[in-house]
């Protein structure tokens, strides 16, 4: 005889219950407490964000600390969502959704919705939703305390457990990750970044206080989420659309409303670490070659140029400005894709790609890179985003749309030669009293275009630096037997400790060959 539970995943059970009434939407919360409907949809959802911002902020309570601060790392990693509860473990959707706990380091409560026919209603949080130890401090918590946030797991029909393997997750403020085609979790994004590296100013971090999802059409690719948000300087609204393809692809639509002035106002931010790579060689803090979960920025101009930027793990604190008018594309990437280059089992050589695609207008502004010291991989310590030229005042209403690509590479490859490593030493000549003050610069290039040049014809590089002087420049064939791979090289002499700005590509007479490779050097580093 049948238990309940395996009624209720027949085919009989569900003809049975839709014919009593129940909608494809109560069918798929068995388990799951579920509060009253009321009416929902993103144009109301933007206007709530609106009205909230002409109120001064209030944060959201957090329900017991006490027992909160209890949940530390250990504790919380003892917590886990029973995946037979997931929404849409039955279906409609191909992806079930899952959530997090709250604990010490995510007190602040996210209420979850779904919403289906233009009506929502909230899952009401339970303890029992959570395997967990008996003894573990989340049992003291009083009933719908919340979740910290939510993740979506793989296909119920694809080739993998879905229960064990998730591709997307939001937690934390407004964070959210995916993974790219490689099947690896690595850098984050967020909905806003809020006066990121101001002196004098403590960035804020806006938090996604109620998610939305949509009820998906069965076996559809896509999932649809809303996400209100609210902060000191700014209420917002978001709506997500992400497809599981080869790479997570989503498209975000966003409305913000601010509350106050904002100095640094962050679009679009994406975040990253970087902690050291082949470019330097400094004496051995760790036995791997390499450690980075991006190793550049990439930009593609409202004119056009293609440009390469080397990340840096800086002295200081160091905010970059890339000046621009309707982009059309950035992205912290992670080109080195050799695992012998990092020897790790967490897999940096896997890690997704994320590129920024911007969706109609987006004006003047710039692409701002901030990079901060680190001594560790757990520190994210590189943010890059979009910062409008016009200064973010109270008041103001911004309504932006584009594009994110998690993947391995970014989604339209320039046709130019890529930039493929960076590196440096001691200036000179190899057997010479080395000079002080001067170093040598390998950049490397490959690419369809340097597998053309006519036999005998060395490509030229271009150039240029803020200070300093050039000398020693030698431009080569990798001897590695691979078309199409070129080096140049060069010394730079420089005074001061302040740092350069560098620029070199490579053209044959008026053909331009390559992308173009920025880097920041600190001569006193």
């Not at 219950?17 to 799951?32: I, P, R």
């Amino acid at each position: 005889m049948l238990n309940r539970r395996q009624f209720l995943q027949t085919a009989t059970a569900t003809a049975t219950l839709a014919a009593l009434g129940f909608s494809s939407e109560a069918l798929a919360q068995q388990g799951l407490k579920m509060g009253a409907t009321a009416p929902f949809s993103f144009d109301e959802l933007k206007k709530q964000a609106e009205t909230m911002a002409r109120s001064a902020y209030t944060a959201p309570p957090s329900p017991s600390p006490e027992i909160l601060n209890q949940i530390d790392y250990d504790a919380h990693g003892k917590i886990r969502f029973k995946t037979d509860l997931a929404l849409w473990a039955n279906g409609p959707g191909e992806f079930p959704v899952t959530f997090f706990h709250m604990g010490r380091f995510f007190q602040k409560p996210v209420r979850m919705h779904v919403v289906e026919n233009g009506q929502a209603r909230e899952i009401i949080y339970d303890t029992e939703y959570f395997d967990m130890p008996a003894d573990s401090p989340a049992r003291k918590l009083p009933d719908n305390t919340g979740f910290a946030g939510f993740r979506f797991q793989e296909p119920r029909s694809g080739r993998l457990d879905w229960k064990k393997n998730d591709w997307v997750a939001f937690l934390g403020a407004s964070y959210f990750r995916a993974i790219g085609e490689l099947y690896q979790y690595g850098l984050s994004a967020r909905g806003l970044a809020v006066d990121v590296a101001v002196h004098g100013r403590n960035e804020e971090f806006p938090d996604f206080t109620h998610v939305y999802f949509e009820t998906p059409q069965p076996g559809s690719d896509t999932v649809t989420v809303y996400a209100l948000l609210d902060g000191p300087s700014v209420a917002g609204a978001y709506k997500f659309v992400m497809k599981r393809a080869a790479a997570v692809i989503m498209d975000i639509d966003s409305a913000l409303y601010l509350r106050s002035d904002i100095q640094r106002l962050g679009l679009a931010p994406l975040t990253s670490m970087y902690w050291y790579s082949e470019k330097a060689k400094t004496t051995a803090v760790d036995w791997r070659p390499e450690i980075h979960d991006s190793d550049g920025l990439a930009m593609w101009t409202g004119t056009g140029e293609r440009i390469w930027r080397p990340l840096n793990n800086p002295p200081r604190i160091i905010t970059s400005a890339f000046t621009d008018e309707n982009p059309r594309g950035f992205g912290l990437l992670q080109r080195d894709r050799n695992f012998d280059h990092y020897l790790d089992g967490v897999y940096y050589d896997r890690r997704p790609s994320l590129w920024i695609e911007p969706q109609g207008t987006w004006g003047k502004g710039a692409i701002q890179l901030v990079e901060i010291p680190t001594d560790d991989e757990i520190h994210d310590n590189i943010v890059a985003m979009w910062v409008p030229a016009e200064p973010a005042r109270a008041g103001q209403a911004i309504n932006l749309r584009y594009r994110m690509y998690w993947s391995a590479e970014e989604p339209y490859p320039t046709p130019l030669a890529r930039v493929v490593a960076t590196r440096f030493g001691n200036g000179g000549q190899a057997g010479t009293i080395r000079p002080k003050g001067v170093r040598k610069f390998m950049v490397e290039f490959i690419g369809e275009p340097l597998t053309r040049l006519p036999s005998g014809v060395i490509p030229k590089p271009v150039l240029s630096a803020s200070r300093g002087e050039f000398s020693n420049i030698l431009t080569e064939a990798v001897p590695n037997n691979v078309s199409g791979h070129w080096r140049t090289q060069f010394d730079l002499t420089v005074t001061g400790t302040e740092p350069v700005e560098m620029r070199c590509y490579l053209r044959n007479e008026n053909e331009v060959l390559s992308e173009t490779w920025l880097y920041q050097y600190h001569p006193a580093f």
